[in-house]
């Protein structure tokens, strides 16, 4: 059965462009696929933790310093990357914060991105373990990033194509938006509908 991992990290709960953006892109992918199933995680409820020395204990060793606060910590990261190995498509709105993702984003990141788990250094080089997804990011802005002024602060989308990409999650495609007024964005959410609607038709008979 195909699987959905819907993840939010908006701060804000109301009037959020890339939480309406997400939800509009689960519905249309669960109209495509209804046997399929949906886990939903709300960073900014459910937040995780920030790196902390337990966790890098934990990670990097040395093993004798073990102990029930490493292992928890390694709990917690290992919940978070089975949601990500359960599921066939990934469905993540992050909105832009100062040019980059929102912190409670980038923890989520943290958590995941696991030496030995999530990602190996081989024969061949560093190697990406998490295989056969599809990311669909759903970005909400003010500027419009495809504009050349802009363009050069962008550090949203390749961050994200090269962290997901480093744990091997090469399949990433964006959905943005961008405006400043209510007016703006509903008209661009408006606009996105169809990128969304074929988006989410696809995602399905990849997955
Ligand atoms: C803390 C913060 C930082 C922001 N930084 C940027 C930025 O660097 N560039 C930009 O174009 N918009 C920026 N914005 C605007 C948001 O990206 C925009 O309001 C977007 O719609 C927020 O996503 P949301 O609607 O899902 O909450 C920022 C907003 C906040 C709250």
Redesign the pocket.
């Given at each position: 059965m195909t699987h959905l991992l819907h993840i939010d990290s908006?701060?804000?709960s109301e009037?959020?462009?890339?939480?309406r953006l997400s939800a509009e892109y689960t519905k249309a992918w669960k109209a495509r696929n209804p046997h399929g199933t949906v886990t939903y995680r709300d960073l900014s409820i459910d937040t995780p933790d920030f790196v902390s020395p337990e966790w890098i204990t934990g990670v990097f060793g040395p093993a004798e310093a073990a102990n029930a606060d490493t292992q928890a910590a390694l709990d917690a990261s290992e919940l978070l990357i089975r949601e990500i190995e359960a599921a066939d498509v990934l469905v993540l709105?992050v909105?832009?914060?100062?040019?980059g993702v929102p912190a409670i984003f980038k923890a989520w990141i943290d958590q995941v991105v696991m030496g030995g788990r999530t990602f190996a250094f081989g024969e061949n080089g560093p190697e990406g373990l998490i295989k056969g997804k599809k990311a669909i990011i759903l970005r909400?802005?003010?500027?419009d990033?495809d504009n050349p002024d802009?363009a050069p602060?962008d550090f949203h989308a390749p961050y994200i194509r090269g962290v997901l990409g480093w744990i091997g999650i090469t399949d990433v495609e964006f959905i943005a938006v961008?405006g400043f007024t209510p007016e703006q964005?509903d008209a661009a959410i408006r606009d996105a509908g169809n990128t969304i609607a074929a988006s989410a038709a696809s995602a399905t008979l990849a997955a």
């Open positions: 908006s701060a804000r009037g959020s462009a890339s939480r709105g909105p832009m914060y100062n040019f909400a802005s003010g500027s990033f802009f602060m961008n964005i």
